[in-house]
């Protein structure tokens, strides 16, 4: 091999040992769930993954074992799961998945006997604000902002200039149209 091209291949191999021990730098990555950013500086976006119906306390305690089918399609919505061969059996799941709060998974399961319901498996179902707010990714202790004025707040504001004189009609304004048809 020449020296000419020796030399030309230095800074070729000298720029590969520099990369792949840049390599070795790098933080070693965590796991896709626990991962919130990239080499400290980028943030993926993760959206939020919800599947299934909620099935609340208040809905659970409309439900009666008798209803017909259709009765209970209309309180708790359509089971996300039908099986041909477990006809009697609607199952009702919910999962969320959501940065910054943990994984949800809830299931219940309606049985039928022909098209009278049997019995509702709900196992302990949130209520509506207890489901919220565990879903929710305001925090508790977050300040919440003051709506309304206090006694001594609205006896400091400025009054409004008081108005002696009635209002004095106004003259309707007068228009002149031109003519609609030509003469």
Sequence with gaps: MSP??????LPLALMLA???????????????????????VITPYRMDIVQGNVVTKEQVALIKPGMARAQVRDILGSPML????HADRWDYVFTIRRPGTEPQRRSVVAWFKGDKLEKLEAPDPPGEHEFVNSISRVRADAKKPVLELTPEERQALPRPAKVDAPPTETPPPQRS???????
Aim: contains cysteine.
């Design 4 to 9: 000419v091209r020796s030399v030309a291949r």
């Design 18 to 40: 520099l990369g792949l021990g840049g390599c070795s730098y790098l933080p070693s990555l965590p796991s896709i769930s626990q991962a919130d950013t990239f080499l400290g």
């Design 82 to 85: 039908t099986d041909v061969f």
């Design 177 to 183: 149209y031109p003519p609609l048809e030509a003469s």
